[in-house]
């Protein structure tokens, strides 16, 4: 099961070095996506922690094969998780991320377009507090404490896109499980206190998530 | 093109409505940790403290507390507790070969009480150890019990006699009920007794007009009955012995002055140690100190010394006593603590400390 993840890499490379040679040889139909979602942790434990979170992508579409049906999308995206402390701080789990995606127009009911796709994406996690100051709109000053945990991972997904018009909804489920790193001031702190802390741990973030999204031609 | 313009308000009013999620604790509080001691461990220091404890074999542990006996065989994930009555914070003890030694002061005569099963019953000796001439002179408090082999016990003791007081030694059988008188000195205050076997024994105490810090040196062959000064060691505030085997022993004060003798007493070398010391010979070449802060090894009799890095789990090692069950294996305890090494000393594992959460 371990080399599914590198088979959909392999898989994402060759259908962009495809693009590329498709590119020198005709004009490529190249789209624009972003699209914005919810996203809800899988494992208990952590969804406990962050009830719920939000999901950003961007990325440029390129149509290949298949008279353009095969869509391949390198992006860049951002995923935070939001736990609210108290009034003035949040505990945030923030992913960074690069990646690609793959999908396919596999049928149409109507107007509606059902592409299945898989994405793969390297993520750099963070988990830290964001705290406020208290005021309110521009006056707001929010500042950030050092990172509690971090780490780096790859992550899967798989899912299907409905698409209507330029507007798509997508349900995916994501894999991944990053194994990621305390800060060492918080492992010398439990160890006075009495503790024995590992220095990285394996955490479940895979999720269940929801977009909505905008093509647009460029 | 129209569309593109609402997706910033979308997602603002997504990002509105997530910032509100409340979540239960932080997500550290999912990251794993676990207690380096057992909070069971409360019952030996919360309200409690221990007395006493020893390394029975590799990995059981007996002792003492003041509110009843300890055993563990697996360094305390699990551990016995029986509460019993403690006799009392009064007085001295003495442990060793199985018996446990507690002499309180009663009137002018102290009274000695044995226990063979790690102090859950206690017997108290009948017969009679100070006769009543000796009685008659002055009050008698014992400084120091020696336990050798056989549950024969020999009592260092102090005897106030008007402005001056006499040194003494007893020896108590226990298995026959006898006791005697082996050894007095007038005008001399006992600093310290001990023996490497049942015959040969050392020691130290200093005239009352003598200069200060001179200790004399005393050696016996014959299990205490008779006693010969072999030396004079300056320069030594209430010294103490520790025998290393019948031929070497160290005199130290808690000062940090300590001397090494390589000929049964007879001559000493002066050695550095290390202040607030206690010393237990595991071997006639290793030895460890107890230092005020830290520990010392020495694998050459107590001639050179090295001071151990000793910490557990960022704790400094730290106590008032020590057993070593061998040359590599020992533990380092206090009223409140416990700790163990099995090599000797380079690491060392906690096993009882007070953390808050053991309180809680």
């Known amino acids: 099961m371990r080399c599914a993840p590198k088979i959909g890499w392999l898989a994402l490379v060759w259908l962009l070095l495809l693009s590329t040679e498709l ?32 999901s950003l992508k961007i990325g440029a579409v390129f149509a290949v094969a298949d008279q353009g049906r095969l869509r391949l999308r390198p992006n860049a995206g951002v995923k935070v998780f939001f736990n609210e402390l108290d009034e003035w701080t949040t505990e945030h789990l ?59 991972g790859f992550s899967q997904e798989v899912g299907v896109r409905a698409q209507y018009r330029e507007f798509y909804v997508k349900l995916g489920y994501e894999i991944f499980n990053p194994r990621l790193k305390i800060r060492s001031a918080i492992v010398e702190e439990d160890l006075a206190a009495g503790y024995r802390t590992p220095r990285s741990h394996p955490f479940n973030f895979n999720t269940l998530n929801l977009s909505i999204g905008v093509t647009v031609g460029l | 093109m129209k569309c593109t313009n609402q997706m910033p308000w979308l997602t603002l009013l997504l990002v509105a409505a997530l910032a509100g999620c409340k979540g239960e604790g932080t997500l550290l509080d999912v990251y794993p940790m676990e207690p380096i001691v057992n909070p069971e461990v409360r019952a030996l220091i919360k309200d409690n403290r221990i007395v006493h404890a020893r390394l029975a074999s590799r990995n059981q542990i007996i002792g003492i507390t003041e509110k009843g006996g300890f055993a563990t065989a697996d360094r305390f994930k699990s551990f016995a507790f029986e509460p019993y009555t403690w006799p009392g914070g009064q007085g001295v003890m003495g442990f060793g070969n199985g018996i446990i030694v507690h002499a309180t002061a009663e009137g002018a005569s102290f009274v000695l009480r044995y226990s063979v099963d790690n102090g859950a019953t206690w017997l108290r000796y009948g017969g009679t150890i100070i006769g009543e001439d000796d009685l008659r002179q002055g009050a008698v408090q014992v400084l120091k019990p020696v336990i050798g082999v056989g549950r024969l016990i020999w009592l260092l003791c102090q005897q106030d006699i008007g402005q001056g007081g006499r040194a003494l ?64 060691l300056e320069g030594l505030t209430d010294p103490s012995i520790a ?71 960022g704790v400094y090692v730290t106590g008032n006593a020590m057993h070593f069950y061998s040359e590599r294996q020992g533990i380092v305890y206090g009223s409140d603590r416990l700790f163990v090494t099995d090599d000797g000393g380079e690491n060392w594992e906690v096993l009882v400390y007070p953390y808050d959460y053991v309180f809680e």
Request: hydrophobic share 40%; proline share 2%.
């Open chain 1, 94 to 152: 923030r992913l960074i991320r690069l990646g690609g995606q793959v999908s396919y127009d596999l049928f149409f009911v109507g107007q509606t377009t059902f592409f299945p796709y898989v994405a793969a994406d390297f993520n750099w996690v963070a988990n830290y507090d964001a705290e406020s100051d208290g005021g309110s709109g521009d006056d707001e000053q929010i500042s950030f404490s050092e990172h509690y945990l971090r780490g780096t």
């Open chain 2, 169 to 232: 030694v007893y020896r108590v059988d226990l298995e026959s009920r006898s006791a005697m008188l082996c050894w007095s000195k007038a005008d001399a205050v006992a600093s310290d007794i001990d023996f490497s076997d049942a015959e040969t024994g050392w020691l130290l105490c200093a005239d009352r007009a003598g200069r200060a810090g001179d200790a004399r040196m005393l050696k016996t062959t014959d299990g205490g009955l008779t006693w010969a000064e072999v030396a004079v």
């Open chain 2, 243 to 313: 025998v290393v085997d019948a031929n070497q022993l160290l005199v130290y004060d808690r000062a940090g002055y300590a001397f090494h003798s390589a000929d049964g007493g007879l001559s000493y070398t002066p050695v550095t140690i290390g202040e607030g010391m206690a010393c237990q010979a595991v071997s006639a070449q290793t030895v460890y100190a107890l230092l005020a802060d830290g520990l010392a090894k020495s694998t050459d009799g107590g001639r050179t010394w090295l001071t151990l890095h000793a910490e557990a789990s």
């Open chain 1, 23 to 54: 590119s020198a040889q005709e004009r490529l139909p190249v789209l624009f996506e972003l699209e914005a979602g919810i996203e809800r942790l899988d494992a208990g434990a952590v969804r406990a922690v962050f009830p719920a979170g939000g």
